[in-house]
């Protein structure tokens, strides 16, 4: 039976053989969550940058760029880390470059897996297909808050854990972590997730729009996948 | 009010503030728990060392030394990680020094911290009781396995949260996943820790009743503190 593993945060990544795996990437609130939106709404391609400034001159090439930073979005970027940013016509047959906080980092340090997919609750059943009809060992990474574990990303993980349990193993003990949890909150998780650091955090921003939805399954069937350093559709 | 944080692998204590604060080194399975045992039979100094060899040389000075790496006694070495090994009239009043797999090298990393006191569930009230009582923030940091989280450190770090929530404020994400972990596994711990990787390793060897045992809350109520790299009891 294949294996599936959860590297709990990016600080974590150099404990985990990528080479052979396909490594999910999950930032909930709000990296992965938007890049799936804007794929949904006919994105041509994502570029992700760990470095703002290397983001920043991609606009010179054409490029939308989107940056954030602690849950802002920086000066002089065209569009931040809002999924309701990504909804409009706008983007249509654009190249976006993107750089996040926490996101765009942990897909950084995938590099080097074997399959790089992006991963929400938006596109779930998108996710869970993949890993399931896929050969490869899964790895779900979750991006976290500055290198600490976060809430809603280990309910994310909790949630692939639990869609794949008859057909791919835990390899470890943080998908059993993930899993528990998710039986604990999958009820109500805008609740469950009313106490989380990063959602108190977002909450001073004014954006519960974005937390509910952030958190809604299967809104879209689309699977944005890294091939050369560029997120396009598989 | 006073803040808790929990630390889920030693790979992330370079992300925790350690100078103000109190930190409760655990390994459940089994160093920690083997202290604790030590300390209430008598024992009258543990000194963990990270590296196995200075621990080996210890031996030349009247120590009795302890030695573990995955799971199994060290050869040359008087004792091994089973708590049972330490209820003996041969520690009383002895010197003991302690190397083993996570446990010590947790320790080794959370030197640097104002406070730091060794927990299990064998002293889970002494632990509690010492936090509640303090002044300092506290960091509970898991020892793990080699580098990876696990299910027993992190329900125990799920324990001390419960019994402190109405006294002590989680600091971050990590402290809301023990404890909704704890919620789920309090009921029957042995049950809920069968599935774990370490607890299937452990399984191999033959030591089931090391793990009930180590997952007894409230054997002894000794509390052991590192002073100078030396732990005694307070």
């Known amino acids: 039976m294949k294996t599936i593993d959860v590297c709990l945060s990016p600080e974590l990544m150099h404990l985990y053989q990528l080479r052979d795996r396909t490594v999910v990437v999950v930032d909930i609130l709000r990296a992965t969550s938007c890049m799936v939106t804007a794929f949904a709404h006919g994105v041509e391609s994502i570029t992700p940058f760990a470095d703002a400034e290397s983001c920043r001159l991609m606009k010179r090439k054409g490029f939308i760029i989107s940056g954030e930073r602690d849950g802002k979005?920086?000066?002089?970027?065209?569009?931040?880390?809002?999924?309701?940013?990504?909804?409009?016509?706008?983007?249509?047959?654009?190249?976006?470059?993107?750089t996040t906080?926490?996101?765009?980092?942990?897909?950084?340090?995938?590099?080097?897996?074997?399959?790089i997919i992006v991963g929400s609750?938006?596109?779930?059943?998108?996710?869970?297909?993949?890993?399931?009809?896929?050969?490869?060992?899964?790895l779900i990474v979750c991006a976290g808050w500055k290198g600490k574990v976060n809430l809603e990303d280990t309910l994310f993980a909790g949630a692939i854990?639990?869609?794949?349990?008859?057909?791919?193993?835990?390899?470890?003990?943080?998908?059993?972590?993930?899993?528990?949890?998710?039986?604990?909150?999958?009820k109500d998780m805008v609740a469950f997730l009313g106490n989380s650091s990063h959602v108190k955090r977002l909450n001073r921003l004014n954006i519960h729009k974005d937390i509910s939805f952030c958190l809604t399954p299967d809104q879209y069937d689309v699977l944005p996948k890294l091939k050369n350093g560029v997120l396009t559709l598989i």
């Open 73 to 98: 979005k920086m000066d002089g970027f065209d569009k931040g880390n809002s999924p309701f940013e990504y909804m409009g016509a706008d983007i249509r047959g654009k190249r976006i470059a993107f």
């Open 101 to 115: 906080t926490n996101g765009t980092q942990a897909i950084e340090k995938a590099k080097g897996a074997n399959k």
């Open 121 to 138: 609750f938006l596109n779930l059943s998108a996710v869970v297909k993949y890993l399931l009809f896929g050969e490869n060992n899964v």
């Open 161 to 186: 854990i639990e869609k794949l349990r008859n057909h791919i193993e835990p390899d470890c003990d943080a998908p059993l972590v993930a899993h528990e949890l998710y039986k604990q909150g999958c």
